[in-house]
């Protein structure tokens, strides 16, 4: 099963966007790359995910590489209320289980 | 409002006691699962379920039953409470589909005296 490797933490200052990467070099053809956040004393809420092609939502914009071993997820205007932990996760196929690792903790400065 | 809900909130047992935490979610998901989260830790899986009746073991089951008669419903059974399962439970659930993000539950607290 392909692994993910984040920094520990990252720090950005309010309304300044943030890009937060991940490395991924073992993914296979038909992984997705899902981003998740975890905000202080909540359940983790999905934020986005991909395959190939840069994904854009409300919340963020996930750009993957053309070999899709790295992603980097990105805040476009950091707000206090975007400090949490985030994660990088590929699901697995066979069974759609998500395991987490330790992913990014980020702070934002006022 | 369509989501995963756990109950109760917040429980404090005593070592040795029983208790079944509940997760039910309305979204008609395939998949469902439980995690737990130490202090200052990140989830670990405890154990995870692709449909009604199949369940299997994730990381950590050990101390823990589950079991899955309805699509709905997934309940946690610790057997035996011990201090180290006090911890923060996270319930999830997806359609199994990679395709699509897990939506979790705002978690139960546990502590075991």
């Known amino acids: 099963d392909a692994k993910t490797t984040q920094p520990n933490s990252m720090e950005s200052n309010e309304e300044e966007p943030v890009h937060l990467p991940c490395n991924h070099s073992t993914i296979s053809g038909t992984d997705y790359i899902h981003w998740y956040r975890q905000l202080p004393s909540q359940g983790p809420e999905y934020v986005i995910h991909?395959?190939?092609s840069n994904v854009n939502n409300r919340m963020a914009s996930l750009a993957i590489a053309e070999d899709r071993k790295s992603s980097t997820l990105i805040l476009h205007r950091a707000t206090l209320r975007d400090a949490a932990v985030y994660y990088c996760?590929?699901?697995?196929?066979?069974?759609?289980?998500?395991?987490f690792g330790k992913g990014t903790r980020l702070h934002i400065l006022p | 409002n369509a989501g995963v809900t756990q109950t109760p909130k917040f429980q404090v047992l005593k070592t040795g006691q029983s208790m079944t935490l509940q997760c039910a979610q309305d979204?008609?998901?395939?998949?469902m699962s439980w995690y737990r989260q130490d202090p200052g830790m990140g989830l670990r899986l405890i154990h995870y379920s692709v449909g009604a009746g199949i369940t299997d073991q994730g990381e950590v089951p050990n101390g823990y039953n589950v079991s899955r008669s309805t699509t709905e419903d997934f309940p946690l059974r610790l057997l035996s409470a011990a201090p180290s399962q006090t911890s923060v439970y996270f319930c999830a659930s997806s359609y199994g589909d990679p395709y699509y993000g897990y939506t979790f539950g705002s978690g139960t607290r546990l502590t075991v005296v």
């Open positions: 979204m008609n998901h395939e998949y």
């Open positions: 996760i590929l699901p697995m196929n066979r069974d759609d289980k998500i395991i």
């Open positions: 991909g395959l190939t």
